[in-house]
């Protein structure tokens, strides 16, 4: 059957096989090799003479000494062991199904494994089995009723462990239950006594013969309902790690018996190959919608990784035409608005000369207003533009949205001379002259504030005078030095009108 499907090639005798097993000598002492099954928590020793298996001895085995009261100081363990034991050949895998009828067949616990030249493996155990079969699936549909042993071995917690030790090897079990009749005739279970018990009291020196049952019986004794899941079962057997449960009725009295091997026997081979290949199945069902899932994954993947790139590249265009439309706005921000500031400055300075006539002054009045216009125009292209491009910066030279061509109503006066303006370096002031013939009021204001830490008061004056579009008096302070002396008649004092444009 191994060949029928990937999943009961997993149930091949070669996943259950213990290959660390208890392996001991036939000249070896039977007190010894029961003291090595109490610390290797062990119930079988392979006897093992030249690599060659010769015997084996379960705790079944002690029983049968126990209930004769056979001496055990000086014998040897080939003396009591079974000879010449039931095997398989890892060589002929037979498959979980075939080592369940062997168990069956020959009422046998423990089945060693050798290769072909008769060494030893390990063995195959009903402990073993339930770990690769896992019959979670198989048990969660079937109660405890259904696979119960009924009739149950049993005796008085006053019998002694003589007794106890001779029903287990008349009745061939592995445990005795311990009862104690009520008086209304029902049996209550009290304890339990098993084959490793008996071995723990021979190691402890126990006399058997006046010891009763209930001083070394099992408790807390560890029960299942019968109305209870085989899966329920089987999880409380793996977790205490015990092989067998006392089963009882809703009252609480004795109904049967739960073991590892009754459980196997409730695993139908039939029924067993039928889920095994239903979860075949499944398992197919969910790698190819894996696969299919994982194919369109891909697919998705490709795509993804194709809009990506065409996402990179529309973000590449628009940066590069973002870039563009920025120096396109600064150039436009630069090339129009500083002659318009020009223009406008100069407009107002000829507009307050008193030597044009009222014609001339009329049309001054008009570049202004056509000049104006055209700086609110070019500043409502800009407030357009930088709503689709926040990066813009506005390189205004001048804030002229509210200027007018008229005379200033409330006078402010600042009084400087060149004098004033004497201790600082020739070049700042050429600088600042030759910004102010340009109309460059970003670079006006930039060389004002550089002489704010050295007076402060002086540069709040000058940045007045700079916002006031007062040039003919910038002019006069920030003039040549080789000029100065032609221009000492400058007044020491210069009113100015203060407008609110």
């Keep these: 059957m191994s060949s029928c499907s990937p999943l009961l090639a997993q149930l091949s005798q070669s996943k259950s096989i213990d290959r660390h097993p208890l392996i001991v000598t036939p000249q070896m002492r039977v007190t010894e090799v029961i003291n090595w099954l109490n610390e290797r928590q062990s119930s079988y020793a392979l006897v093992v003479k030249e690599k060659r298996l010769v015997g084996i001895f379960t705790e079944r085995d002690f029983v049968r000494i126990a209930a004769h009261q056979l001496p055990l100081k000086n ?70 009723g259904d696979v119960m042993t009924s009739q149950v071995i049993q005796n008085s917690i ?87 449960l006392v089963v009882i009725d809703e009252a609480g009295i004795l109904a049967g018996l739960i073991t590892e091997s009754t459980i196997l026997e409730a695993l139908n081979p039939l029924e067993m190959y039928a889920t095994i290949e239903l979860m075949r199945q499944q398992v197919d069902e969910r790698t190819k919608e894996l696969s299919q899932v994982n194919e369109q994954l891909q697919q998705n993947l490709c795509q993804y990784a194709k809009l990506e790139e065409q996402l990179q590249q529309a973000k590449d265009e628009a940066a590069a035409a973002n870039q563009v439309k920025r120096a396109f706005l600064a150039n436009l921000n630069h090339e129009f608005r500083t002659p318009l500031h020009a223009i406008l400055g100069f407009s107002q300075l000829m507009y307050r000369s008193e ?67 004497a201790d600082l370096p020739g070049e700042w002031r050429i600088s600042l002259h030759q910004a102010t013939i340009e109309g460059d009021f970003d670079r006006m204001l930039s060389l004002i504030e550089e002489i704010r830490d050295r007076d402060e008061s002086l540069a709040n004056s000058l940045s007045t005078l700079t916002h006031e579009f007062q040039f003919e008096y910038l002019l006069a302070l920030t003039k040549s030095p080789t000029d100065e002396d032609d221009d000492c008649g400058v007044n020491s004092s210069i009113q100015r009108d203060n407008t609110n444009d």
Excluded: W
């Excluded at 079974?82 to 080592?99: A, H, L, N, R, W």
């Excluded at 592995?174 to 071995?199: F, K, L, M, R, Y």
């Design 158 to 244: 006053t019998a002694s462990l003589l007794e106890i030790t001779q029903q287990m090897l008349t009745h061939k079990k592995s445990c005795i239950v311990i009862t104690e009749t009520q008086n209304n005739a029902d049996v209550v279970p009290q304890g339990i006594i098993t084959e490793h018990d008996i071995i723990k009291c021979q190691k402890m020196g126990i006399y058997f013969a006046t010891t009763p049952a209930k001083t070394v019986m099992s408790r807390p004794l560890f029960i299942i309902k019968i109305n209870d899941s085989m899966m329920l079962a089987n999880e409380i057997m793996k977790r205490h790690e015990i092989r067998r």
């Design 75 to 144: 014998s040897r363990i080939q003396s009591v062991m079974t000879p010449d034991p039931i095997t398989v050949s890892i060589e002929q895998d037979q498959g979980i199904f075939s080592i369940l009828y062997l168990l069956r067949q020959h009422h046998i616990r423990h089945l060693p494994v050798i290769n072909k030249g008769g060494e030893i493996i390990g063995v195959i155990t009903p402990k073993t089995i339930r770990e690769v079969v896992k019959p979670t699936d198989l048990l969660k549909f079937k109660q405890v």
């Design 355 to 421: 030597s044009l006539s009222s014609e001339d002054q009329k049309n001054v009045g008009i570049i202004y207003s056509a000049g104006k216009h055209l700086l609110e125009l070019l500043e409502n292209l800009l407030d357009l533009t930088k709503s689709q491009s926040t990066h813009i910066r506005d390189t205004a030279n001048f804030e002229l949205s509210e200027m007018l061509p008229k005379i200033p109503e409330s006078p402010i006066t600042i009084t400087l001379t060149p004098t004033d303006l």
